[in-house]
């Protein structure tokens, strides 16, 4: 399989780098890290998507005011998954499957430019989006942004077992080459997604983690903005550092062979396409 790392959408939050480590500026750079796999037999697969175009012509109709705000959100449609996979070379109906680590309004929203695409999540996270119960979560789930949720695939959270992490559900069709990775804490039915590569394995983790500090070594190093970011996102404190910790542990494990990256690490993104 071939992977182009894509992203989907900035975020420019007031801080600069008090949250990504690294800006200048008054204003952070945080990125929306998607992947486009090309597959031999299933077609073009899309994990995460992003923002979308609509997100992008008509914010204010598909986005809360609330994180339009906070996140200082570019409005940019040369981001949009849609418009990078026509540069390169493909059509929208090619992407025949998404994959979404969970429904978040800058993980789902470019859902409605891919109508022809199945989507596939934990059904966890669906129920958790479509139940919105409670103030916070009618700013981050935008049913708005996908049109409707019918034909959907919700995989239970029961399955096999991937480096220590259980109840893994490799995807419909797509043999064990593509597998979602329950990681819950941010959200319900937050999940990872696993792709074998190589020798190894890609692991798409979401927002399980926001900062390249916060993997790879022994302690949490993240950023003060990133920090209460992640408290203020996350759905079930317990679960969401539990799952942190022993993702951290697999990510010190050279013998596992298993390359892993957040969503909003503009570092992380340009490494792995340095690398790519």
């Given at each position: 399989m071939r992977i182009h790392h894509l992203n989907c959408g900035c975020m420019c939050p007031v801080g600069g780098a008090l949250y990504d480590g690294f800006s200048k500026g008054a204003v952070a750079h945080l990125v929306c890290h998607c992947l486009l796999v090309e597959?031999?037999?299933?077609g073009l697969v899309l994990v995460d998507t992003g923002f979308g175009l609509r997100d992008m012509q008509r914010p204010a109709d598909r986005l809360s005011g609330f994180f339009r705000a906070m996140n200082n959100i570019r409005y940019d449609e040369s981001l949009t998954a849609v418009k990078q996979i026509i540069a390169l070379g493909f059509r929208p109906e090619d992407v025949r499957h998404i994959v979404l680590t969970h429904l978040d309004f800058d993980h789902a929203g470019g859902?409605?430019?891919?109508?022809?695409?199945?989507?596939?999540?934990?059904?966890?996270?669906?129920?958790?989006?479509?139940t919105q119960q409670g103030w916070l979560r009618r700013q981050r789930y935008r049913p708005q942004q996908w049109n409707s949720d019918n034909g959907w695939r919700g995989y239970p959270s029961a399955g096999e077992s991937?480096?220590?992490?259980?109840?893994?559900?490799?995807?419909?069709?797509?043999?064990?080459?593509?597998?979602?990775?329950?990681?819950?804490?941010?959200?319900?039915?937050?999940?990872?997604?696993?792709?074998?590569?190589?020798?190894?394995?890609?692991?798409?983790?979401?927002?399980?983690?926001?900062?390249?500090?916060?993997?790879?070594?022994?302690?949490?190093?993240?950023?003060?903005?990133?920090?209460?970011?992640q408290w203020l996102m996350r759905s079930d404190t317990g679960a969401w550092q539990h799952n942190q910790q022993r993702l951290r542990e697999l990510s010190l494990n050279a013998e596992a062979k298993v390359t892993m990256f957040c969503s909003h690490d503009a570092r992380e993104l340009e490494a792995l396409r340095q690398r790519r």
């Open positions: 597959t031999d037999r299933h859902i409605s430019d891919f109508p022809q695409a199945r989507i596939h999540l934990l059904q966890k996270e669906l129920d958790s989006a479509t991937w480096h220590g992490f259980n109840a893994v559900r490799a995807i419909d069709d797509l043999n064990d080459e593509i597998l979602l990775v329950p990681l819950p804490g941010h959200t319900l039915g937050h999940a990872g997604v696993a792709i074998r590569h190589g020798d190894g394995w890609l692991l798409h983790g979401g927002d399980a983690w926001f900062y390249r500090g916060e993997m790879y070594q022994p302690e949490r190093h993240c950023t003060p903005g990133l920090r209460f970011y």
